[in-house]
């Protein structure tokens, strides 16, 4: 808005789309600029899948028979808190399934980590026959169970604490159509433990379970239409980790590992006239081209209500600005 050394894979494969789908899985997200009235609330439950085949090792793009297809769900709740009208707190925490369909690797299933978001738009200047607004995210996300982290590829989360910031700029018309740009850099803390006390990395051994992991960076474009009844969205994504080597041949890869990814992405979401408040968000995506990531369809659909809580106020068709 909401492994045994015969596997030469990354384990972030199925954790890059993960991060994509859930980024738009709820009505309001910390990617868009939409926003929750003050004193009011959306809540949402949610359902997304990925899976991939071939997958980048390096640049050069293969399979692997020992995993077959690798496929990751979730199921997800959260909420979008109206504190005021141009400020909202994002939460969401999903379960999350992984699979491979050939080989001997068993799938991994759990609670992964809380997404927490505050979202704020600080700026709005009229501009020809529409408006340009500012907006900015800080984003917070720490594991929640103790996951194996290092368990390529099927592990369920990256098990870093993030702090991250998003920048969006939007040129929104008046008959509704627009233009969104992001921005976003995430810190990401050391892995504490990723139960065993020895690592190979990048020629050197390390006699700790305690793994450094580089940032990230990612930016997206998108264009749509927005009205009181729905919106659609499609939209291009570029995920980038700030250093890393590539996958060894032979090799499961390793957290600290370079992965990209760049996708196309389409979204779309519709307001109920009755009962008033109700809203279903869905999205897809392909994974375009990478580096040590896999190539991944994914998509995700969401339910969300909408209601006031301190702040009451009637529930418009599409009670977001």
Known sequence: MFAGKTVYMKRFYPLVTMLLITATAFAQTPTDMEFVPAGNICVGANYGYSAWKKYWQGESLIENGNVGTVSTQFVGAGFTLGI????????????????????????????QDIYLNVKGNYGEIKLGPGKIRFAGDLGFKTPVSNYLVDFAPLAIGTGTTNLSYRQ??????????????????????????????FYYDQGGDYYTNNVEVPDVFDWAVAVGFSNKKLLAEASFLSYNTLGGSDIRLWDPGFPTN??????????????????KGLNVSANVGYVISGRNTGQSTYGS????????????????DKPVQ
């Open 258 to 275: 370079n992965v990209d990814a760049n996708s196309i992405n389409g979204r779309f979401d519709y307001y109920f006239s009755k009962p």
């Open 84 to 111: 005021l009208d141009r400020l909202n707190f994002i939460a969401a925490l999903p379960y999350v399934f992984t699979n491979a369909n050939s080989g001997t690797l068993n799938g991994q299933s759990g609670l």
């Open 301 to 316: 659909i969401g339910v969300n209500y909408f209601f006031p809580i301190w702040k009451a106020r009637p529930v418009e």
């Open 168 to 197: 969006l700029v939007s040129y929104k018309l008046d008959k509704g159509f627009y233009l969104d740009l992001k921005a976003n850099y995430t810190y990401r803390s050391n892995i504490p433990d990723i139960h065993r006390d």
